[in-house]
């Protein structure tokens, strides 16, 4: 398919060296009325295909884990400083050696390029360009190596094959493609429950279907905007990083994704990764302090606590309720958090419980859906913009000054 027979364009990607055209920082006129991070979600539900959109934002089993991620933190309430002097306030944080002008980033979401054109690379280097962590998915369809070369400081997120040879020939291509820091996600041992997805016409891969092709017509700005510009330009979207090789394509009447389970996988496994892996290290999915303590005792490097953002096991607790647990378990090692992750006092809440930084996927997602790079450099703003009026409030100037004496649990 040319781009004539398309009339498709495809205006190139600034490589991070270049200095982003102050044309380019226009925030689109589809943003006047964002002012906060759960503005995006009706934006992005909009303009997406019912199956694509479920993907994004619907949670296992009730959703129950879902509310309470976001509940958890009205259990905290704030105890400001006063008269504390805080016109020279910076929420820059420093990890594992590499400074951010945050302390929040990007969180792993599979199939970002589905809703997003290269939606991997959107938000991993407006991540970079705004000096904010971004972590990529192995459930990508953009090969690793161009996210990397596009943006060299994103993290890469992995699940684990099963076998020590495959776990070695995934790990010599991540660290080939340049990435410095892995994170290895092991709150999956077996696949969520479907039924949300079914019910929406989600699955992976996508199959081909009356319903599928009415959703996708019935959203042209999606459809040619992302979908066919994507076939005109890079050709059927396929799981590029999931193992070492190239994995199914993204919609097929016939072709299987490989999602053998991981039900075997243990402490062992990880130890392989220790031993391969010579760069940094972070384990995603800890929920428990006695976890905590043996990822320590295995060479971890960091700790995200998530419960997957309510999208694996109905009824878990949300992190924001076990983060201190887990940080006073290991205070040598780097604990961060995932999960519910919508305001400023959220990120502020987190960091009193002893996180040194969070991470948010669906608010970002829902942004790049909404308006690409620009979509994600707002919601990143505004959320920047958040975490400075509630230092200021709160009256610290640094954010390694915010402890627990600046916050209080609700009695229950």
Known sequence: ??????????????????KVPSQALKKPSILNDVYCLDDFQPLAQKKLPRQLYSYIANGADDEYSMSLNRAAFNQFTFTPRILEGVAGRSQSITLFGQPYSSPFGVSPVGLAAMWCY?????????????????????????????????????????????????????????ADAGFRTLVVTVDLPVQVNPERYAKN?????LRPSARLAFDGLSHPQWLIGTFLKTLAFHGMPHFENWRAERGAPILSGSVKR???????LS??????????????????????????????????????????????????????????????????????????IRRGTDVLKALAEGAKCVFNG???????????AAGVRHAISILRTEVDRDMALLGINKVNEIDASLIRRRAA
């Open 1 to 18: 398919m040319s781009v004539t027979q398309t009339g498709l364009s495809d205006p190139p990607l600034n490589p991070p060296s270049v």
């Open 118 to 174: 290269r939606g991997d690379i959107v938000l991993a280097r407006t991540a970079e360009e705004c000096g904010v962590p971004a972590v990529m998915s192995g459930a990508s369809l953009i090969r690793m190596e161009d996210v990397a070369a596009a943006a060299p400081n994103t993290w890469f997120q992995a699940y684990m094959p099963g076998d020590e040879k495959r776990i070695g020939e995934l790990l010599a291509r991540i």
């Open 267 to 340: 402490w062992e496994h990880f130890k392989i990764v220790r031993r391969y892996w010579q760069g940094t290290l972070v384990l995603k999915g800890v929920m428990r302090p006695e976890d905590a303590v043996i990822a320590r005792n295995c060479g971890v490097d960091g700790i995200i606590v998530s419960n997957h953002g309510g999208r694996q096991m109905d009824g878990a607790a949300s992190p924001m309720d076990v983060l201190r647990a887990v940080v006073d378990a290991v205070p040598d090692v780097t604990v961060m958090m995932d999960s519910g």
């Open 362 to 372: 669906r608010s970002f997602n829902y942004a790049a859906t909404a308006a690409g």
């Open 258 to 264: 490989d999602m053998v389970a991981r039900d075997h």
């Open 201 to 205: 016409g989600f699955s992976t891969p």
